[in-house]
Every structure is written in structure tokens, then in C-alpha cells.
């Protein structure tokens, strides 16, 4: 079975700009979580989806948004990009929303590392 | 609030050694506990978790927990480090529903 696949891998923008990644997740699963990571702040939380729905929603300002399609596939958006955007970003798959209060394993793909000038 | 501390952001061990990460975790309720490891210019890996039943967890490549309710721990070990085993690794708890990481241990292995 496949992995979670995320695209691009690599990718460099400049402040103002807008950017959208993608991430495959797993045949069958339904749930897809976005966390940032970066060195001072480590994996944080950006959302999850579950059948095309927001189900839970970290810390992050509005310019941080996503959505989710019918296949599961979703993707993440980031507008007017901040030098502190510049992070890697993970996206995790898994089969029940909410991560079944806390006990579901998530199978998490190798990331886009975005760049922001 | 939840929280997962790591102690050691950096830790070294000697090729054959004991290999012990510490991870403490605040939870009001009976949290879930997650160790992943990364390997540079990868996504995280579960190596192993506690959901219920025994507290000594087994999980891949030779690792185990164990989780101490008293303690609050969840802290990895492996008998004999590895080359191989050179990765930041991440303990996690889940609860509600979210997770919640720590901020990672760098593993290296001397030879």
C-alpha cells in the first residue's frame, strides 16, 4: 500500500506570496492532519480534515487555510507568506476523525520544505 | 493544556550502549503515547504507542516504553544503539483530539 505522498517537496517563495500544497494520504484513510515544523517551535498543529470537513483547527492565524475533496486528498494554502512561514510542513493520515480521541495512529508523508524570502 | 517535555534536546550514546529518551507528559485525562523517529528530509515514523493494556511497549528496530501513570513517563530505551538509530526522535501524546509533541532529542551514535 502506498504512503502518504506530499508535492511538491521543495519549494521557495518570497514574502506576499500565496502557496498550496498537497498531500495524498493513504488508500482508505479518511483523516488528514497538517502540522509546521520548525526548529524553535517544533510540530505544531495546523488542522485536520475528515470527509471534506474541518474537524479541528490549531493556533494559527486565518492566512493558514485548507480543504479537502472527495478522494481525501487535501490540500493547504498559505497567503501573503511571512519570513516565519518558512517551515517544513507534514501532512498525516489516518482512518478515524479526531484522531479517536487521541489513540489513532497517524502515518505522516516526508513533507514540502517551504522557503519564504 | 497539554504538554510533552522531552529532556535532552541532544543526547549521545556509544555504538552498543543503553540509549534512554525521557519524555514526561501533562494530561488531565488517560492520554495515548506515541515515540516517532525522523530521519533527515523525512516525515515521522511511528516506532511505537501505548493505547491500554501493558505498560511495557514493544515497537519496531528494538525500542520499547514504558508508561508510568505515576510518573507521568513515557520514556524510550533500547538495549544496544545502533549507527542506524542516529535520528531526532518525538514523543507525542494524544488527547481529545489532537496530538500534542514534544520538542524532539537528537540522537547521535558514536562508533
Known amino acids: 500500500k502506498a504512503g502518504v505522498t506530499q508535492t511538491p517537496r521543495y519549494l521557495i517563495k518570497t514574502r506576499g506570496q500565496q502557496v498550496t500544497l498537497s498531500c495524498s494520504p493513504i488508500?482508505?484513510?479518511?483523516?488528514v492532519s497538517w502540522y509546521q515544523q520548525t526548529p524553535g517551535q517544533g510540530l505544531q498543529f495546523l488542522f485536520e480534515?475528515?470527509?471534506?470537513?474541518?474537524?479541528n483547527k490549531g493556533n494559527f492565524p486565518g492566512r493558514f487555510s485548507g480543504r479537502q475533496f472527495s478522494n481525501s486528498r487535501s490540500e493547504m494554502n498559505v497567503s501573503t507568506l511571512e519570513l516565519g512561514d518558512s517551515a517544513l510542513y507534514l501532512c498525516?493520515?489516518?482512518?478515524?476523525?479526531?484522531?479517536?480521541?487521541?489513540?489513532?495512529?497517524?502515518?505522516f508523508g516526508p513533507g514540502t520544505r517551504l522557503l519564504v524570502l | 493544556a497539554q504538554s510533552v517535555t522531552q529532556l535532552g534536546s541532544h543526547v549521545s550514546v556509544s555504538e552498543g550502549a543503553l540509549v534512554l529518551l525521557r519524555c514526561n507528559y501533562s494530561?488531565?485525562?488517560?492520554?495515548?503515547l506515541f515515540w516517532y523517529v525522523q530521519y533527515p528530509n523525512q516525515g515521522l515514523q511511528l516506532l511505537l504507542k501505548?493505547?491500554?493494556?501493558?505498560?511495557l511497549v514493544k515497537g519496531i528496530n528494538g525500542f520499547e516504553a514504558e508508561f508510568k501513570k505515576s510518573e507521568t513517563s513515557f520514556h524510550l530505551t533500547k538495549p544496544s544503539a545502533h549507527m542506524s538509530d542516529a535520528a531526532e526522535y518525538f514523543c507525542?501524546?494524544?488527547?481529545?483530539?489532537?496530538?500534542?509533541f514534544g520538542t524532539g532529542t537528537s540522537l547521535t551514535v558514536i562508533p
Open positions: 498525516a493520515s489516518s482512518l478515524r476523525w479526531g484522531l479517536a480521541g487521541g489513540q489513532e495512529t497517524q502515518y
Open positions: 488508500s482508505g484513510h479518511r483523516s
Open positions: 480534515y475528515f470527509s471534506e470537513t474541518q474537524r
Open positions: 494530561s488531565s485525562v488517560p492520554p495515548y
Open positions: 501505548y493505547t491500554t493494556g501493558a505498560t
Open positions: 507525542a501524546v494524544g488527547t481529545g483530539n489532537q496530538f500534542y
